[in-house]
């Protein structure tokens, strides 16, 4: 197993995480039930959302030459940058939805657990993090270290958003960290486009 890949993963997976609208689901969530319940359910539900990923990025590479896999990687990058850029134009928008949603399911769902994993899940599906993964297990061809790193950032944000997301929220603003995200996206969308080109 490569570390390696994993380390790098992490903080980029961590980034893109960090001013989502699941850490602010997760917050909800906590001061509403138990925090060790709300992290239990979102840490099932992502996990589950890296191995839908990872399968997905891997089935790219194994069905792709290499530079048409560098191509598509390159241009979910950039469609990561955007997704990004969007969030933080809008950011209210997406925490007032998100907000409804957790009300909806706590509502009709008693158990923390149950109602953290539903919104979780529901909330991550097309989201700039399952798509950073599916394209980073494609770049690196390593599964298994791509899942791990983005598993434990996408855990490490859900227990930071249950034990004191309030606090944090204070000090850094999301919609500036999600375009510090994009920007980062863009690079390493121009990284393998000319990977792609050579």
Known sequence: MNFAIALAVFPVIFIGELPDKTMFASLVLATKGRPLSVWLGASVAFALHVVIAISIGTAIFRLLPHRAVNGIVSVLFFLGAYLAIRESLHESEFEE?????????????????????????????????????????????????????????????AGIAVIGGSSLTRFINPAKLRIVTAIVLIVLGIITAVLAIR
């Open 97 to 157: 939805r998100e907000e409804e949603l957790v009300e909806t399911e706590i509502r009709t769902h008693r158990q923390t657990f149950i109602a953290a994993f539903i919104v979780i899940f529901l909330a991550e599906w097309g989201d700039l993090t399952q798509i950073l993964t599916a394209n980073l297990a494609a770049r690196y061809h390593a599964p298994v270290e791509v899942g791990l790193g983005s598993v434990l950032a996408l855990w490490s944000v």
